[in-house]
């Protein structure tokens, strides 16, 4: 059995960290080349490869116009191909409580309105237990639904384009009745 480690030689990733929280962080940041040494270990058996790892983060505005599923997929693979990335690993996360993300049926609007329908079933507004309700009878079954659903989704980099499959595509989920502006964060690793 084999177990990989990685041990980063510069602190490119707690720069961005730290840009993302202190909320300046440009539309876009890409790094240069960074050296990443390997190491694994196999029984008594210790090698080092040194690798070479590259990291774009793109915040993207989107903005909602109404409750429901809107399909984001385009802007991500925008992103994707600006980031000149062969093969990697694309991580979306939306910055939002009462939104959330999925990899969902493309092609079909049948089975976006299904979906929702069904999630409006599941959590109902004007549920008793709601304590949480200054903001609105739609606010505190949106955290619900942004809790059940997905903040952050990942979706592998092949060829240049994301690997996602025939009928898929990535959907922001708006929970809240009214249009609203949405910071999504994409993340790119090599």
């Not at 409006?120 to 709601?130: H, I, K, M, P, S």
């Amino acid at each position: 059995m084999t177990h990989a480690s990685f041990v980063f030689a510069d602190r490119d990733v707690d720069e961005a960290v730290d840009a993302l929280r202190r909320g300046d962080m440009p539309t876009m940041r890409q790094w240069p080349e960074r050296e990443a040494r390997v190491i694994a270990e196999s029984g008594s058996a210790t090698s080092s490869t040194h690798v070479s790892e590259r990291v774009m983060i793109e915040q993207l505005t989107i903005r909602t116009t109404e409750q429901g599923l809107l399909e984001v997929t385009d802007r991500i693979r925008d992103v994707v191909r600006r980031g000149d990335l062969e093969e990697g690993l694309c991580t979306i996360f939306i910055q939002h409580t009462s939104a959330s993300l999925v990899i969902q049926e493309n092609a079909a609007s049948a089975a976006r309105r299904d979906l929702e329908n069904w999630m409006n079933r599941l959590v109902e507004e004007g549920d008793e237990l709601y304590t949480h309700t200054a903001e609105g009878p739609d606010d505190m079954p949106a955290h619900i639904k942004s809790a059940l659903t997905n903040t952050s989704l990942n979706a592998p980099v092949l060829e240049g384009d994301l690997a996602l499959g025939t009928w898929q595509g990535i959907f922001l989920w708006e929970h809240r009745y009214d249009g609203r502006s949405r910071s999504i964060v994409v993340h790119l690793e090599e």
